[in-house]
């Protein structure tokens, strides 16, 4: 049977509502109705918009490789207060960060959406500047999405830049500092496996940040968001059944994962698109000190991954039982 919501729900609840609705359709469609929009206009009398249009895209197609352009107008939007406030979402400091440095920020797990990530480290309105003053975060993305019209430019200004290592490595080799580059390290893979009550990791070969937290020496900080994977149910998708096998090979051809994930509605609670109200902490951990080397060996990137996986090991242990993972729970890495 279908529960449908009150009719007398305050205000800020349907802001909230109306903000995390429209981070929905934002990840999930409005890149495809930028591509669409772009074609459309010309054949119609505004065919001079997406002309001039593609002509700044020339001019600018280095710039998301190049540190992207984040604009605090858009970060500092009132509608990500209440996303934020619809879950709710925090962030929590263990640990000062140098503005003097740069740093990888590792950040576990992906969860479907992401939704962690975007709040914390896209938007301001988790108090990102307050907490880490003088630092200034970029979140990576699938380098396909800096491809489409006018989507290139919103997501760059949230500080989204390209997964590619030569985005990441512009931003670490900047001398004065004060840059944290955050990367999903399950990555879209990852999402496949994300379901209330599960904490296995993609992370066992992903090794790559790790080669390049090296190559800048750049201290490596551990970030787990408690609560990511409880916002979304998804459909069983076992390891060897079609389904998973259709969801790797798409994944494989189209870089995009497609997990088959469904919550609540939006004026029902029973099923639908948008996330369950259920709160994500993000907790930020104690960075690990890397010692630079330009061409590292892999007995070197061995021996640094596994202090890793033990450093983000002991910051879910710390951590884990405040926000409602029970003490016999561990995290487990495929």
Known sequence: MVKFAPLKIPLERRLQTAAVLQWVFSFLALAQCCVVLFIALLFTRFWL????YATWWFLDIDTPSKGGRPHR??????????F???????????????????????????GVLIAGAFAN??????GFPDLFPGMSPYLLMLPLWFRVPFFRDYILAGGLIPSDRDSASYLLRKKDGGNVVVIAIGGAPE??????????LLLKNRKGFIKLAIQHGTPLVPAFSFGENEVFDQVSNPKGTWLRRAQEKLQKIMGVALPLFHARGVFQYSFGLMPYRKP????????LKVEMKSNPSPEEID????????????????????Y???EDVHLTFI
């Open 49 to 52: 918009i997406s002309v001039l």
């Open 303 to 322: 021996e640094l991954h596994k202090k890793y996986i033990e450093h983000l090991c002991q910051l879910f242990e710390e951590h884990k039982t405040k």
């Open 191 to 200: 999402s496949l496996d994300a379901r209330p009550g599960a904490y296995t």
């Open 73 to 82: 107008l858009l970060r500092q939007s009132i509608v990500w207060r209440y």
């Open 280 to 287: 994500i902490f993000t907790v930020v951990g104690k960075p």
């Open 84 to 110: 934020k406030d619809y879950f709710p979402i925090t962030l929590v400091k263990t640990a000062d960060l140098d503005p003097r440095q740069n740093y990888v920020l590792a950040f576990h797990p992906h």
């Open 121 to 126: 480290f896209c938007t301001e309105a988790t």
């Open 324 to 326: 409602g993972v029970p």
